[in-house]
């Protein structure tokens, strides 16, 4: 036990030396080559292990450095020193010792065809190699806030009382009730055809959303979160829609007002800005792009924790502040996208929630407001938006009467048959409660200044792709 720990205490992680880097010690590094320069009498090489934004510069002699190439893994080790040139430290390999182990060890060689060089590779071509896109300086700083964000969100809900909850993948409702499930067709039916559906006598879907569950939960447990994948066979090319993403989606019972839902959605974005090691790792990670896009990056963090509660106005109100930028939008529309950004970006210059949108624009499950003009009914709900991005969240309260909710499903042509088990929540014990959902890459996208949703995932998907 103590010969292991003493090992494992030597093997540092750029990330533990960048924090504490302990000049003039022995140490030993895993990580991948990213470039290699060779001079007469010395070698140098850069080595990325993905714990930080930051690179480790290595020094070499000529002879040790012809065993590295660009993509290899290595096992390096030697003392750490100040360094002359623009790195604050260095690793100065040892020499090798007769008997003793190579302070040069080759893990993983890679030869000349490894696809990553050290140039600018566009997105789109990173797309190309899934094994390889994340190693690149500016990916891997989104997939460490990706981390850093889903664990300040769930120390965030545990400290207001909510309890974490996991919710089905594959349901037998569509919650959005906008047609846009994935429908699982694959798996045996029953030998005599009793059951002509892997599951039943009914077709199952992939999930586009915990909601209908989450609200069961609420039943139960009162303030419920989760983070989970959503599916939608929508065929929206936009850099912000995605078929496969994640969502976090909160539950809170025993609430009749909108601003407590609003008020828990900004709080959790609130917890989710970076702090000051990860906004270094972020602008770190960008310091190839333009300083305009990293002084757009501070301005964005700053934006979201201003001390000022964010902007709310209603959907009438927002209609109005529209008119003048878009004259021909009229009440009952449809705010689009470049609407959305208008509003957040130019009029509000900040976050904005806009509440209480028509009805009719509106799945069957939001609670409708009390209105004198039928024509004009709205339901209590609400969209967030942010500069540049538009729609972060959706969110409503749930209509918890029972006659109210059916005639609801029947306006909204939808079988109540399908959803017995979701009514019979206002059957029995019905509570008054709202909730939203945050499209998690859409919060990476507008943290990190990701451009296109498919930087902000793992492994996209989209009409038309879905590479290994
Ligand atoms: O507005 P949506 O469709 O709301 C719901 O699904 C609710 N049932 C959530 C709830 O109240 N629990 O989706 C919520 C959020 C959107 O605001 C958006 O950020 C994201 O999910 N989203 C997508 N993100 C990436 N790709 C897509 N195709 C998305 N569709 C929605």
Known sequence: MRTSRAVLASVRTI?????????????????????????????????GDGTSADTLAVVLTPEQSKQLSTGACVQLSGKLSESPGNQKFELQVAE??????????VLGPADQSYPLQKKFHTAEYLRTIPSFRWKTLGNSSVLRYRSYAQSRIARYFESAGFTQVSSPIITSSDCEGAGEVFTIN???????????????????????????????????????WN?????????????????????????LAFTESLKDVMTVAEQMIRAAVPDSAMAIDIIQSNKQSSST??????????MLSQPKPWARVTYTEAVELLRKEFPSLKWGDSLSSEQEKHLAAHIIQGPVFVTDYPMHQKPFYMKKNAVSDETKATVACFDLLVPEMGELIGGSLREDDHQTLLSAMNDNNMNPDDLEWYLDLRKYGSFPHGGYGMGFERLVCFVCGVE?????????????????
């Open 293 to 302: 896009k990293q002084e757009t990056l501070k301005q964005r963090w700053q």
């Open 227 to 251: 983070m989970a994948p959503a599916f939608r066979a929508e065929k929206s090319d936009t850099n912000r829609h995605l078929s496969e993403f994640w969502m976090v989606e909160a539950e």
């Open 452 to 468: 296109n949703i498919r930087e902000a995932i793992g492994f996209p998907r989209w009409a038309g792709s879905c590479v290994c």
């Open 15 to 47: 990330r533990s030396l960048v924090e504490s880097p302990r000049l003039g010690e022995d140490a030993t590094v895993n990580g991948w080559v990213r470039s290699v320069r060779r001079m007469k009498k010395v070698a140098f090489a850069d080595i």
């Open 186 to 224: 694959s798996g045996e039916p029953d030998k005599n055809q009793k059951q002509p559906y892997f599951f039943g006598d009914k077709p199952a879907y992939l999930s586009v959303s915990s909601q209908l569950h989450l609200e069961v939960y609420a039943a139960a447990l009162s303030r419920v």
């Open 96 to 105: 090798p010792v007769p008997g003793k182990p190579d302070p040069v060890k």
